[in-house]
């Protein structure tokens, strides 16, 4: 069955520390996609990264960046010099490749809860 | 601007008083889909529509029920809201998957439902 765990439930860090929110998934699928959200304060759902299991190659975007591990089945997520607008609930999701008729389902963690201090 | 929308943002109700959460979408997206967000449960999925007139279920349909007569539309309704149904709502949207490529879903603003 396929599961994502955030064993982080919450994580505080000063401004300007890097910080690492874990991410590790199961499932029998071969194919499969992994992705991160962030919610802020305001409660949107805003997306960050889709990443398929065939791409195990690092992504940075700015001060973010992914590591996607398939051998120990986690995605993690690494802010480098943290900042207060990056105090919010962060999600990883998977979705297992499509069956036939475009099946998009997504399962989510539990979340992870940053608060960057000033 | 590419966006999901939902209506209300708000809403108090009491138990067994019907409601609908409207939401669409101006992505010309196949694929629609329901989340409700629970604390330490993170998403999990209601309902979705893989097209016009094709629903189905999802992880936690008991409650709900939708509809999809709009390529842009996906109401959510709560026949009869109990108040174990009170949670943040959230409606999805996305391009249709194809062959083994999924792709990242596009979320509206949320809806928070109290039911007493």
């Known amino acids: 069955a396929q599961k994502v765990t955030q064993a982080q439930t919450e994580i505080s860090v000063v401004e300007k520390e890097d910080v690492t929110l874990d991410c590790v998934y199961e499932t029998r699928d071969t194919t499969y996609y992994l992705f991160w959200y962030k919610q802020p304060p305001s409660g949107e759902l805003v997306f960050l990264i889709r990443r398929n299991s065939f791409d195990e190659q690092n992504e940075i975007s700015g001060r973010y960046s992914w590591n996607f591990q398939k051998s120990t089945s986690s995605f993690n997520f690494t802010i480098t010099a943290s900042q207060v607008v990056d105090s919010a609930v962060y999600f990883c999701?998977?979705?297992?490749?499509?069956?036939?008729?475009?099946?998009?389902?997504?399962?989510f963690g539990a979340g992870t809860r940053l608060a960057v201090h000033p | 601007e590419a966006q999901v929308t939902q209506n209300p943002r708000y809403l108090i109700t009491v138990t067994g008083k019907k409601l609908t959460v409207t939401c669409s979408q101006n992505?010309?997206?196949?694929?629609m889909s329901w989340y409700r967000q629970d604390p330490g449960l993170g998403l999990r999925q209601i309902y979705y529509?893989?097209?016009?007139?094709?629903?189905d279920k999802g992880d936690v349909p008991e409650g709900y029920k939708v509809s999809r007569k709009e390529k842009r539309n996906f109401p959510l309704i709560l026949e009869s809201p109990s108040p174990n149904q009170t949670s943040l709502y959230f409606c999805?949207?996305?391009?249709?998957?194809?062959?083994?490529?999924?792709?990242?879903?596009?979320f509206g603003p949320g809806t928070r439902l109290t039911v007493t």
């Open positions: 529509s893989m097209n016009v007139e094709v629903t």
């Open positions: 999805a949207s996305s391009l249709r998957a194809s062959g083994k490529a999924t792709y990242e879903q596009y």
């Open positions: 999701a998977l979705s297992e490749a499509a069956v036939t008729g475009g099946y998009n389902k997504l399962i």
């Open positions: 992505m010309n997206h196949e694929y």
